[in-house]
T-cell receptor, first 111, second 110 residues
Framework: EAGVAQSPRYKIIEKRQSVAFWCNPI?????LYWYQQILGQGPKLLIQ????????DSQLPKDRFSAERLKGVDSTLKIQPAKLEDSAVYLC?????????FGPGTRLTVT | KQEVTQIPAALSVPEGENLVLNCSFT??????LQWFRQDPGKGLTSLLL?????REQTSGRLNASLDKSSGRSTLYIAASQPGDSATYLC?????????FGRGTSLIVHP
């Protein structure tokens, strides 16, 4: 069974630029999560999808972050414009029932 | 708001020791608790998931227990090995969003 795929693995951008991350969950997993993990901290949930509907986005900074999950499969997370404090690892996870499975993450550096 | 605390923040032990990692949470109304390991520069790997109706789960040298009423979970690692060196995170999920602790950084030296 293929795991959760994410791309790119690394991205370096300047502040005020835009960036997008892509996630392909495990086949058949209805729930998809995007997390932000700042160095030394645990992951913080940004948005949770159930199929292509949003379950929770209460911690998503909606003035600069957006996410979509078309057709209930792949998902993209976008930041526009980026700030220095957005430097973090962005993790995507999916689940069929309760257990979450994580992708390798995208390390974003904003200079 | 759910808060998750992991103690200790860091741990260094010699190979072969049995060790216990702790996770506490403030709101006992959880659906499940999941333990993960994270290797440097990588994503999270699921170790054990305990549903709210369960008391413990075991996988190989790992045993996780859950006491909902006291808001605590422990991860027991038997006969630790250098390959166990990683950061261990716990996460709880309930009527609120999934919430993670900051993790325990474990080093097992030969």
């Amino acid at each position: 069974e293929a795991g959760v795929a994410q791309s790119p693995r690394y991205k370096i951008i300047e502040k005020r630029q835009s960036v997008a991350f892509w996630c392909n969950p495990i086949s058949g997993h209805a729930t998809l999560y995007w997390y932000q993990q700042i160095l030394g901290q645990g992951p913080k949930l940004l948005i949770q999808f159930q199929n292509n509907g949003v379950v929770d986005d209460s911690q998503l900074p909606k003035d600069r972050f957006s996410a979509e999950r078309l057709k209930g499969v792949d998902s993209t997370l976008k930041i526009q414009p980026a700030k220095l404090e957005d430097s973090a690892v962005y993790l995507c996870a999916s689940s069929l029932a309760e257990e979450q499975y994580f992708g390798p993450g995208t390390r974003l550096t904003v200079t | 708001k759910q808060e998750v605390t992991q103690i200790p923040a860091a741990l260094s032990v010699p190979e072969g020791e049995n060790l216990v990692l702790n996770c506490s949470f403030t709101d006992s109304a959880i659906y499940n608790l999941q333990w993960f390991r994270q290797d440097p520069g990588k994503g999270l790997t699921s170790l054990l998931l305990i549903q709210s109706s369960q008391r413990e789960q075991t996988s190989g040298r790992l045993n996780a227990s859950l006491d909902k009423s006291s808001g605590r979970s422990t991860l027991y690692i038997a006969a630790s090995q250098p390959g166990d060196s990683a950061t261990y995170l716990c996460a709880v999920e309930g009527s609120y969003i999934p919430t993670f602790g900051r993790g325990t950084s474990l080093i097992v030296h030969p």
